[in-house]
């Protein structure tokens, strides 16, 4: 029997989380392990300062007071007692294309379970004011979790999904979009005149590049990004063994 694990960050109650449960059925046994509450937009956050509990909500959906990898490691040890077969993490309820994905918790959640040994999965679909169509997004989940349960993919790599509005047109292979990070923070002030912040999404202002998942998604095709966890700069090496003279140098 085929083990699906499925998390996101908008937590237990999103639909985005239960449409992709059901989407997913036809391919296995789907346990739910999910946020109590909403954790979008906290990466990679990993709970070691305080107590997690895992509350059983219905069968096999299961409500953890955490973050998306918090899910995983307690799935894995607590309600599997052992890897699943894949993970996907889903439907958010807005992208996570390019340099974005490193604040993504959703994406965090697939990213566990890779580097646990897991094929794993992210999808995320356009944001929007209205009421939200997941069919297309589950759809393409699945059509994605088939193809990687009938041919693994390389250890340590996952995927990153996303989908434009309305129906796609097709699914595209695309590399992460480069956008021009402006920061932006805002300053209010409370009633007693004192400060406070609110950091304001950046503008989405992407490097034109025709394999991107930002382009994908623009041209109303679905991106399908394969990631892995090692951030290391391969590009980089030679440069910086140049100038430490090797693979090793001494401090000066
Ligand atoms: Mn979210």
């Known amino acids: 029997m085929i083990r699906i694990l499925v998390t996101?960050?908008?937590?237990?109650?999103s639909d985005g989380l239960k449409v992709l449960a059901d989407a997913l059925r036809h391919l296995g046994e789907v346990t739910i392990v999910a946020p109590i509450e909403e954790a979008s937009a906290i990466g990679h956050a990993l709970t070691l300062r305080h107590p997690l509990?895992?509350?059983?909500?219905?069968?096999?959906v299961y409500a953890v007071d955490g973050t998306p990898t918090d899910c995983v490691n307690m799935a894995v040890t607590q309600v599997l007692k052992g890897l699943p077969d894949l993970v996907v993490s889903g439907i958010n309820k807005g992208w996570n294309l390019g340099d974005d994905v490193t604040y993504s918790g959703t994406v965090a959640g697939a990213l566990e379970g890779a580097l646990l040994g897991a094929p794993a999965i992210a999808v995320s679909l356009k944001a929007t004011r209205e009421a939200y169509d997941f069919g297309p997004s589950a759809r393409a989940a699945a059509t994605l979790a088939e193809a990687i349960l009938r041919r693994p993919l390389p250890a340590r790599t996952f995927l990153n999904i996303n989908v434009p509005k309305g129906g796609p047109k097709g699914i595209r292979v695309t590399v992460q979009a480069k956008r021009n990070h402006v920061t932006s923070?805002?300053?209010?002030?409370?009633?007693?005149?004192?400060?406070?912040?609110?950091?304001?999404?950046g503008l989405n202002e992407w490097e034109p590049d025709e394999r991107s998942d930002y382009h994908a998604v623009k041209a109303g095709y679905v991106s399908v990004t394969p990631l892995q966890p090692d951030l290391t700069s391969y590009e980089a090496l030679a440069a910086l063994e140049e100038l430490s003279f090797g693979r090793e140098a001494e401090v000066r």
């Open 185 to 201: 923070v805002a300053e209010r002030h409370d009633p007693k005149g004192r400060p406070y912040y609110w950091i304001e999404e």
């Open 53 to 60: 509990r895992l509350e059983a909500i219905a069968d096999r």
């Open 8 to 13: 996101n960050d908008d937590g237990y109650r």
